[in-house]
């Protein structure tokens, strides 16, 4: 299936609706025979790692398979959350109490983090603190919301409230939901000019990016590190992988990979994003009061937000957990967004894109160190302050530089018997999620 005549725009682009005005740029960097820290992974974890690192007086070059910030960094929806879905979670139940509310706080201060680092590096990204509407998909979800509530405002020290069902217009137009939770500690960016504001501010703190690199091979050499790649090898005192959704080999699964080892922890899914034509004047203020970014409480999720220009919707979510293009994944995205906005239902689609986001085995943000290999990974797709976080915590520990512990730093990376960082598993679990969803739609 691929998108109808009558939902494709002219001038469709089967690419991210933010490379329209920040496409990620090429750097073709000679590669050096040496480096102090060599950062693999050009997104905003590894751009993180290298400013903080360069601000802390290492030598930092930052390689990239394809354009730094090709990948993720400039496709994710743009929300800015900290500790929003770790709040879902009963931590306690794995890791005790004390070490829960530790992980809780150190996801948490991922969004003062980014909130500081936008204003400190001057990066002009469209920054809003807007909030989020969590729509609930049922009442019992609704009810899952007001009981978190309370806790999730003392965890991120921003205030939430839950909106009964009879006033969900006062925060989203929509009458498809059972109310929803708004939380004021969330806010929205472009993406793309993130991603392009964070590189260019670690070049100017001095990191060296190289784009086309693809690393094929770590391997330890005296007290250093061989680093095998398309271009050469090269050596390095220190060594960051941060490829997060993109970890797996060129070819699938570990092998060929830049850290077989972390592949093999994380679960590769592709998102898929549409963006709508330009709408009508007023009708994005009736969709989206307060510009509110939003999202659902399902399993099979969707997320979505207004431009940042004010002028269209960018719908996101699992529209296939199979392997398919973004223009056959168009049509289910729209589909569903017209079924929580009908009066979308013949607006046309200017832009149609995918990207990978990880998730873990445990549902948890990983940094750490394996075989002396430095790694930050693991966003759950959510990944656009928790990846900058990350990447600033992972430079602080490779650098000896922390000051007290970070809670998501050493716990253990589980992992599954057989598993090569192919989740060939993903479609019978993704069918298996969208039918509990509608059972509880339909019980609802």
């Known amino acids: 299936m691929s998108i109808p005549d009558a939902l494709r725009a002219p001038g469709f682009a089967a690419r991210p609706y933010w490379w329209d005005a920040a496409e990620p740029e090429p750097r ?67 890791h005790g109490e004390a070490r829960a509310n530790a992980i809780m706080d150190a996801a948490a201060a991922s969004f003062p983090f980014i909130e500081e680092l936008i204003a400190r590096e001057a990066i002009d990204c469209d920054y809003v603190r807007c909030g989020r509407v969590s729509a609930a998909w049922t009442p019992r979800d609704y009810q899952g919301m007001a009981a978190r509530a309370d806790r999730l405002a003392a965890l991120t020290g921003h205030p939430t409230r839950m909106v009964p069902r009879e006033r969900m217009r006062e925060v989203l137009g929509s009458d498809h939901y059972h109310g929803a939770m708004v939380a004021d500690g969330a806010g929205s960016l472009h993406p793309g000019k993130y991603a392009r504001g964070l590189a260019r501010a670690a070049e100017r703190a001095g990191a060296v990016l190289a784009s086309g690199v693809r690393v094929s091979g770590i391997g330890h050499q005296g007290s250093g590190f061989r680093i095998a790649t398309d271009k050469g090898e090269l050596m390095a005192d220190a060594v960051l992988v941060a490829t997060n959704g993109y970890s797996r080999g060129p070819g699938g699964g570990s092998a060929g990979g830049a850290m077989p080892w972390l592949a093999k922890r994380l679960l590769p899914i592709a998102s898929y994003i549409i963006a709508t034509e330009p709408l009508e004047p007023g009708l994005i203020e009736r969709l989206f009061p307060a510009r509110r970014v939003a999202g659902e409480s399902r399993r099979v999720l969707n997320y979505f937000r207004a431009s940042p220009d004010g002028t269209r919707v960018v719908w996101g979510g699992r529209a296939s957990f199979r392997d398919v293009s973004p223009e056959q994944a168009a049509p289910t ?41 430095h790694y930050a990974a693991g966003c759950q797709g959510s990944g656009v302050a928790m990846a900058s976080w990350l990447g600033h915590n992972c430079a602080l520990k490779l650098a000896g530089a922390g000051n007290q512990g970070f809670a998501l730093d050493g716990l253990r990376f589980p992992t599954l018997p057989t598993y090569d960082g192919t989740p060939w598993f993903l479609p019978m679990v993704g069918s298996w999620y969208r039918v509990r969803d509608r059972l509880d739609r339909l019980r609802a």
């Open 28 to 94: 073709d960097t000679p590669l050096p025979g040496r480096a102090g820290v060599v950062v693999v992974g050009g997104g905003y974890a590894g751009l993180s790692a290298a400013l903080t690192l360069r601000r802390l007086g290492h030598e930092v070059l930052v390689l990239d398979a394809e354009r730094i910030g090709w990948g993720a960094s400039s496709r994710n929806g743009g929300a800015v959350s900290g500790g929003l879905k770790l709040a879902k979670t009963d931590l306690a139940k794995q």
């Open 333 to 373: 995205l729209h589909r569903m967004m017209s079924e929580v906005f009908p009066e979308l239902a013949k607006t046309r689609i200017s832009h149609a894109w995918s990207g990978n986001v990880a998730f873990t085995f445990d549902f948890l943000p990983h940094i750490g160190a394996q075989d002396g290999v």
